[in-house]
T-cell receptor, first 113, second 112 residues
Framework: GENVEQHPSTLSVQEGDSAVIKCTYS??????FPWYKQELGKRPQLIID???NVGEKKDQRIAVTLNKTAKHFSLHITETQPEDSAVYFC????????????WGAGTKLIIKP | DAGVTQSPTHLIKTRGQQVTLRCSPK?????VSWYQQALGQGPQFIFQ???????QRGNFPDRFSGHQFPNYSSELNVNALLLGDSALYLC???????????FGQGTRLTVV
C-alpha cells in the first residue's frame, strides 16, 4: 500500500523568508496530493492540492510542485508571516481506485519574528 | 452553510465503555470519512461511508464501527474502549470520495 514520508518534522524560518516542506510517496499509481494546514486545536484545512497531470500549482504565496518520476512533492511558502505558523500535512491517494488518503506525519512550521 | 459539524466536542470515557460520535456533512455532500488523530501525529483513516455502506476501511479493529443515515449524517462507534483510543476523531465530508476538502472540528476523546 501507499506510504508517505514527510520532512522535516520541524522547520523554523525567519518572518519574510521562504519555507519548503517535502514529501515522498511509494505508490506510483497515486494521482492526487493535497496539503493541509492545522493550527493548534483546530481542524485540518485544505490549502492547496495537485493532481498528477500537473507539475506545479500556485495560489498567491503558496505553491506545490510534483515530480512523478522521483515520487516526491513539495510545498513552498514564500514571504512567510506569523499566521503561517502551524502544522502542515501532506497526503496522497489514487482517486481512481482508492478512497483513503494516506497522510504524512506532519511538519511543525515556526515563523520567527 | 454550517459546514461539517461534529458532536460532542469533548468526551471523557472509562476504559471498557462504549462511545458514539456523530457527524453531519456539509450540505450537498454524500460521503463521510472518519479519521483518528493521536497527539502529534497525522490523521489515520478509519473508514468511509457512501450510500449508507462502509465503502473502505483502514487498519482499525472491529471495535470501530459506523453507520450512515439516509440524510448522509454518520456515526462512529467504538466498543471496549482502550487507553490508546484517546485521540481527536475527525470527520470529513465530500461528494463521492476524495478530495477531503472539509473537516469537522473534531471530537476530543479521552479514555481514563
Amino acid at each position: 500500500g501507499e506510504n508517505v514520508e514527510q520532512h522535516p518534522s520541524t522547520l523554523s524560518v525567519q518572518e519574510g523568508d521562504s519555507a519548503v516542506i517535502k514529501c515522498t510517496y511509494s505508490d506510483s499509481a497515486s494521482n492526487y496530493f493535497p496539503w493541509y494546514k492545522q493550527e493548534l486545536g483546530k481542524r485540518p484545512q485544505l490549502i492547496i492540492d495537485i493532481r498528477s497531470n500537473v507539475g506545479e500549482k500556485k495560489d498567491q504565496r503558496i505553491a506545490v510542485t510534483l515530480n512523478k518520476t522521483a515520487k516526491h512533492f513539495s510545498l513552498h511558502i514564500t514571504e512567510t508571516q506569523p499566521e503561517d505558523s502551524a502544522v502542515y500535512f501532506c497526503a496522497a491517494t489514487n482517486m481512481d481506485s482508492n478512497y483513503q488518503l494516506i497522510w504524512g506525519a506532519g511538519t511543525k512550521l515556526i515563523i520567527k519574528p | 452553510d454550517a459546514g461539517v459539524t461534529q458532536s460532542p466536542t469533548h468526551l471523557i470515557k472509562t476504559r471498557g465503555q462504549q462511545v458514539t460520535l456523530r457527524c453531519s456533512p456539509k450540505s450537498g455532500h454524500d460521503t463521510v470519512s472518519w479519521y483518528q488523530q493521536a497527539l502529534g501525529q497525522g490523521p489515520q483513516f478509519i473508514f468511509q461511508y457512501y450510500e449508507e455502506e462502509e465503502r473502505q476501511r483502514g487498519n482499525f479493529p472491529d471495535r470501530f464501527s459506523g453507520h450512515q443515515f439516509p440524510n448522509y449524517s454518520s456515526e462512529l462507534n467504538v466498543n471496549a474502549l482502550l487507553l490508546g483510543d484517546s485521540a481527536l476523531y475527525l470527520c470529513a465530508s465530500s461528494l463521492g470520495g476524495p478530495p477531503e476538502a472539509f473537516f469537522g472540528q473534531g471530537t476530543r476523546l479521552t479514555v481514563v
